[in-house]
């Protein structure tokens, strides 16, 4: 199966060079002379990188084989980190290095999607906000109000965000797993 240049939109998710690409941003040309012609601005769903592309009009591409599955994080074992399929209960390792700045949020029993490109694991999408507990941060101060400044926390994950002067060591807090930033205190 292909897409034609007709078919390009934001989202489309295409292969080129036996590699998978999201379309971020496409524009149809229509030059006073020559042919039609389509500029793409893709990104890999392998490497992140992205890639300016001129395609002639009426021009194909594959379509690629993408698969999503909802997986659960189980644990981490060396540089593998370990899923499960939410249906078939199997289980799956993916290197570190594919997981990217995901890790800093990974908590075992998150429900997330694994995009799956010829039956390889190559991304995971998290949750946008995530409930995290935070292991370590230096102690408020009393006075201390919401429009205060801030300060480093470290979460039970690992990662460090910066969280309200108020926040303390053993709060819950929500954060935005794409930004990782603060968004509020929780229960």
Do not use: C, W
């Amino acid at each position: 199966m292909q897409y034609s240049t007709a078919d390009f939109r934001k989202g489309l998710k295409i292969e080129l060079s036996k590699e998978p690409f999201i379309i971020v941003d496409f524009q149809h040309v229509k030059p006073g002379k020559g042919g039609a012609f389509v500029r793409t601005k893709m990104k890999s769903l392998i490497s992140g990188n992205v890639l300016d592309k001129t395609f002639r009009s009426g021009e194909k591409v594959d379509v690629p084989d993408l698969e999503d599955k909802r997986m659960t994080y189980l644990y981490k074992e060396d540089l593998n980190y370990h899923f499960m399929d939410s249906s078939t209960y199997e289980q799956i390792g993916i290197n570190a290095k594919q997981l990217g700045e995901a890790i800093g949020f990974l908590k075992e029993n998150t429900e997330v999607e694994v995009l799956f490109y010829n039956k390889k694991p190559i991304n995971v999408e998290l949750p946008m906000f995530l409930n995290l507990k935070i292991e370590k941060t230096d102690p408020g101060i009393k006075g201390n109000t919401v429009s205060g400044g801030s300060k480093p926390a470290t979460l039970e994950t690992g990662a460090t965000v910066q969280v309200p002067l108020f926040i303390n060591e053993g709060d819950y807090i929500k954060v935005n797993t794409e930004t990782g930033e603060y968004i509020e205190r929780v229960g």
